[in-house]
């Protein structure tokens, strides 16, 4: 956590937006995404082989969540913290060529790959709801890359942030209202083998269309 906020700084990044995981010993953990595209009307994310995109749904919050030494959260407290959600796309790429498979640590201290985030359009809190499932389609340069029913690894969006949010460890900072968290991937990681355009489509009418490009 230390070497991302060394990262942060020297790239000039003051963001607010995170993604949660889960490390390879079930940790909860945390990341600064950067580049972050709120809302966007023409967004460009520069493009790298053997980048990959996780379509997910991400959460802003109305108030803090501390760290707690008296009791832990549950499900109801977080999502009593959550005023809006949202349809995003997370780009992947990290720096480390094996990525997570040789330290974890070192992949954590990468952002955990994170090498943009594009915020669309706001979703109804009832995408929050666990078990819920979604028609899911993305294209990629105009061909289907996924079109399917799109899930939550978990089957629940908060799983992870709650996870988080229990994690005595984490900084007393993280978790602050008006964070954006961003909760873990619909459809897995899918590779974006050239640069383009990417379109998904969530449901019937929710849109994202955003671009990546060799820069």
């Known amino acids: 956590m230390e070497v991302q906020s060394q ?76 005023s809006e959600a949202y349809l995003g796309a997370e780009l992947v790429w990290s720096g480390i060529s094996e990525g997570g498979s040789i330290s974890f640590l070192a992949f954590l201290a990468d952002r955990l790959g994170n090498m943009g985030y594009v915020r669309g359009p706001a979703l109804p809190l009832a ?46 900072a993280a978790l602050r209202a008006g964070s954006i968290v961003t909760t873990g991937s619909l459809c897995g990681a899918i590779e974006i083998t050239d640069p383009g355009d990417v379109s998904i489509n969530l449901g019937e009418q929710v849109l994202l269309n955003f671009a990546v490009r060799s820069l």
């Open 7 to 82: 990262l942060s700084k020297l790239e000039g990044v003051n963001t607010s937006a995170w993604k949660v995981a889960k490390s390879s010993d079930g940790t909860p953990v945390a990341a600064p995404v950067h580049p972050y595209l709120d809302d966007p009307s023409d967004p460009i994310i520069a493009w790298r082989k053997g980048m990959k995109i996780e379509v997910e749904i991400a959460v802003k919050l109305r108030q803090d969540l501390p760290v707690r030494t008296d009791r832990a959260y549950d499900r109801d407290d977080v999502e009593a913290a959550i």
């Open 127 to 172: 995408v929050l709801e666990p078990g819920s499932t979604f028609p899911l389609r993305l294209l990629l340069n105009n061909q289907v890359a996924f079109d399917a029913a799109g899930q939550h690894p978990t089957k629940d969006a908060l799983t992870w942030l709650c996870d988080y949010a229990n994690n005595p460890f984490r900084p007393a």
